[in-house]
């Protein structure tokens, strides 16, 4: 546990038995010189100033969910964990500006009793809004953009511990950047979201074959408000999720349902198979037949933040990789054969989501609709082969990889799918040009 003064100040660690940070999947870890826990935005500035005082790096600690180490420094780590909650709303217009440390679960919550919503949200809500837009979290929809696309404005702290509001209106370079700003201008402070009136979700799970739900894989997109699949390898099975908007009445899961699937079944016993499978691979093939064949379809009508997100306990690695729409069906069947050749045993489900094209410079979806491929392999196995294959694949059809999970990738060849990656970079060399929030993760993707 870090050590922190009430005032948010700095405090130094000593090298060797200092405070150590790690993400939650494990894949990157740290022992900053400097801890801080800033409990307003004053405070973060005078944050930020010091350390550049002390010719320091500074970086915003969020939830650790991205399995890259986009967080990491080895100077002041910035815990975001006393900014949280609704700064001001205007339920009319639907403008809530909030604290930059405030979790997607509390927000949900907290806009809610407002009679508001955010439109689409990702399957994760234990991410920070900061960290969630930073990186690119997108949800699913065909008719709806990442979580970047309801941000209507930015309030952030420069290198220099100064503020700097953007909007489509105010400095909008600056805000076409940092919607999706990787943490590399500034520290975010405060982010003003676009929301929607609280609405419930018709959320309908279904077992099918994958070869039905390629096929009719535009209409299932274009059918539903938010749509995605779960296949499992070395199987022709699919689990298939269709969330819609509904009138209601709310009619939630059964607290033992809720308890059996989602707790009990996706997570005490999908650790358990494994790590089974973990010690003995060979065996996956027939479990995962076995798993797919037990799925059983369940309806229920909830508050949207509660159908959206989904508990997630059990650790792994995972890859995501953007693809044109109308590549998805190329890609899984490409995946699939080179399982087939392999011989590689892959236990996880692979998923499959959509959103539509946007705006946002380094979104995954900049200027086409996209189609998402994530693959997953349990924390006990070697995740290596399985990634370099899938992302070769995805490359092939001109794949972005998700900014908060693995992939191999620099900055030349980040270049070549990103059209407005030097815009981006030189936004980053205006506002940070000494650095102050880089780290060798960054370096790696945006150049020195």
């Known amino acids: 546990m870090s050590r922190v003064p009430p005032d948010g100040t700095l405090r130094v660690v000593a090298w060797g038995d200092g405070p150590f940070w790690s993400n939650w999947a494990g894949t990157a870890d740290a022992r900053p010189q400097l801890f801080a826990s800033p409990a307003s935005v004053a405070q973060l500035q005078t944050v930020v100033r010091e350390a550049a005082a002390r010719g320091l790096r500074v970086k915003a600690l969020g939830s650790g969910h991205s399995f890259t180490p986009i967080a990491v420094t080895d100077g002041v780590a910035v815990r975001l964990g006393r900014l949280t909650g609704i700064l001001r709303a205007d339920i009319e217009a639907g403008l809530v500006t909030v604290l930059a440390g405030t979790t997607l679960h509390e927000l949900g919550e907290r806009l809610w009793a407002l009679g508001l919503a955010m439109e689409n949200l990702g399957d994760i809500d234990g991410q920070t809004v900061a960290g969630a837009i930073s990186t690119g979290t997108h949800g699913t929809g065909a008719r709806f953009g990442g979580l970047a696309t309801q941000v209507r404005g930015l309030r952030l702290v420069l290198a220099d511990g ?28 405060t982010v003003t979201l676009q929301c929607v009136p609280a609405f419930l979700l018709h959320a309908t799970e279904a077992p099918g074959l994958l070869g039905d739900v390629l096929d009719g894989f535009d209409e299932l997109a274009a059918a539903n408000d938010h749509a995605e699949f779960y296949w499992f390898p070395h199987t022709r099975r699919v689990l298939t999720k ?84 109308k590549a998805a069906r190329h890609v899984l069947t490409e995946i699939d054969g ?34 998402y491929i994530a693959v997953h392999q349990h924390v006990r196995r070697d995740h290596r082969a399985y990634f370099d294959a899938v992302e070769q694949i995805a490359r092939s059809v001109g794949g972005r990889p998700h900014w908060g999970k693995l992939h191999s990738l620099d900055a030349a060849r980040l270049r070549e799918t990103y059209p407005r990656f030097d815009d981006f970079v030189a936004v980053r060399d205006r506002l940070d040009p000494d650095r102050r929030f880089a780290n060798l993760h960054l370096r790696q993707i945006l150049g020195p």
Do not use: K
Not at 173 to 185: E, S, T
Not at 247 to 261: F, K, V
């Open 338 to 371: 080179w399982l087939r050749r392999s011989g590689e045993h892959i236990a996880f489900p692979v998923e499959v989501r959509v959103t539509a094209a946007d705006d946002v410079w380094l979104s995954t979806a900049y200027q086409r609709d996209s189609a």
């Open 162 to 189: 100064t503020l700097l509001d953007c909007s489509a209106e105010q400095n909008p370079d600056v805000f076409a950047a940092a919607r999706i700003g990787l943490g590399a201008l500034g520290v975010i402070a």
């Open 242 to 325: 269709r969330n819609n908007h509904s009138r209601g009445p709310a009619r939630p899961l059964g607290r033992l349902r809720r308890a059996i699937d989602d707790e009990f079944l996706s997570n005490t016993v999908f650790e358990w198979t494994n790590r089974l499978c973990a010690a003995r691979p060979s065996m996956i093939p027939r479990v995962n037949a076995l798993a797919a064949r037990a799925l059983s379809a369940r309806e229920y009508v909830d508050r949207s933040y509660r159908v959206f997100a989904s508990p997630r306990r059990v650790v792994f690695r995972e890859m995501e990789y953007a693809v044109p729409r």
